[in-house]
T-cell receptor, first 112, second 116 residues
Framework: QKEVEQNSGPLSVPEGAIASLNCTYS??????FFWYRQYSGKSPELIMS????GDKEDGRFTAQLNKASQYVSLLIRDSQPSDSATYLC????????????FGTGTKLQVIP | SAVISQKPSRDICQRGTSLTIQCQVD?????MFWYRQQPGQSLTLIAT?????????ESGFVIDKFPISRPNLTFSTLTVSNMSPEDSSIYLC?????????????FGPGTRLLVL
């Protein structure tokens, strides 16, 4: 079982719709969760971090965390063509210093 | 977040040769990280570099193949030695944020390597 799993996509949504990106992780003691956006040919850039169960909103982005289900998601409201990119889920384990493990990413295509 | 630069941004190399990638940060950081992203893949941690000590390598990566230097708190190098086409990849330098962002990793622009 992969440590961090994402559907590779592509996920296609029309402009203005809500894009929902999902991620599951295997390490039950994981404490920190991140979503990165990576445009083709570019390096990953941080969009959101979340540490507690529930929702965290930042502009059009909402991260959702459910530690009991080992599940983290990213919602993008009012999707724009400029949101078309690969979204990487990243998880840091708990207990002392732990490395960050990245999922393989979900490619999002927003259709104008 | 810190500003991270890498050199070179891209290179095409012949098999059997070596390439040294430089990473410069605009602030002092304790740990620097080197990742590899092979085509169509996610990021894989190669090693963690602390100033004044040997780098810590992840499973599957060895110092002879990927020697790392960390001479001060703002600079690190990664060498890809005796390259083969399988080393064609993007190599990314990363640092952790500070303060409230200290658990977050930030990435440099990457070095795109093609080995022929």
């Amino acid at each position: 079982q992969k440590e961090v799993e994402q559907n590779s996509g592509p996920l296609s949504v029309p402009e203005g719709a809500i894009a929902s990106l999902n991620c599951t992780y295997s390490d039950r003691v994981s404490q920190s969760f991140f979503w990165y956006r990576q445009y083709s040919g570019k390096s990953p850039e941080l969009i959101m971090s979340i540490y507690s169960n529930g929702d965290k909103e930042d502009g059009r982005f909402t991260a959702q965390l459910n530690k009991a289900s080992q599940y983290v998601s990213l919602l993008i409201r009012d999707s724009q063509p400029s949101d078309s990119a690969t979204y990487l889920c990243a998880v840091r384990g708990g207990g002392g210093y732990q490395k960050v493990t990245f999922g393989t990413g979900t490619k999002l295509q927003v259709i104008p | 977040s810190a500003v991270i630069s890498q050199k070179p941004s891209r290179d095409i190399c012949q098999r059997g040769t070596s390439l040294t990638i430089q990473c410069q940060v605009d602030s002092q950081v304790t740990m620097m990280f080197w990742y590899r992203q092979q085509p169509g893949q996610s990021l894989t941690l190669i090693a963690t570099a602390n100033q004044g000590s040997e780098a810590t390598y992840e499973s599957g990566f060895v110092i002879d193949k990927f020697p790392i230097s960390r001479p001060n708190l703002t600079f690190s190098t990664l060498t890809v030695s005796n390259m083969s086409p399988e080393d064609s990849s993007i190599y990314l330098c990363s640092v952790e944020g500070s303060g409230d962002s200290q658990e977050t990793q930030y990435f440099g622009p990457g070095t795109r390597l093609l080995v022929l």
